[in-house]
């Protein structure tokens, strides 16, 4: 069974920056095919961004390209996102996610409990 813990999220003013960090325990972490997710209050979880298991190619939502960055660091079993340029609308709760061991990006199997990223105007 996998387990995901993140941890980073903060308060932070418009413009400002967070790293997200997931850690990952109870199996390959260098198989699984990782992303983050986010939910503000009163909306739906909505993808922020996803990376393979084989590193590669990553993805981001409209929303964040150009600003946001993730990575992994198979040999400490982590996740990470980096975020740059923050603004009042990012605010939610951020949560990564594990499919399972070499499967494509398309299904989220694991769920972290998440971490709040408050932004201020």
């Known amino acids: 069974q996998v387990q995901l813990v993140e941890s980073g999220g903060g308060l932070v003013q418009a413009g400002g920056s967070l790293r997200l960090s997931c850690a990952a325990s109870?199996?390959?972490?260098?198989?699984?095919?990782m992303a983050w997710f986010r939910q503000a209050p009163g909306k739906e979880r909505e993808f922020v961004s996803a990376?393979?298991?084989?590193?590669?190619?990553?993805y981001y939502a409209d929303s964040v390209k150009g600003r946001f960055t993730i990575s992994r660091d198979n040999a400490k079993n982590t996740l990470y996102l980096q975020m740059n340029s923050l603004q009042p609308e990012d605010t939610a709760s951020y949560y990564c996610?594990?499919?399972?061991?070499?499967?494509?990006?398309?299904?989220?199997?694991?769920w972290g409990q998440g971490t709040q990223v408050t932004v201020s105007s």
């Open positions: 996610a594990a499919g399972r061991a070499y499967t494509d990006l398309r299904s989220w199997t694991y």
């Open positions: 109870g199996g390959t972490f260098s198989s699984y095919p």
């Open positions: 990376i393979p298991w084989s590193g590669g190619h990553t």
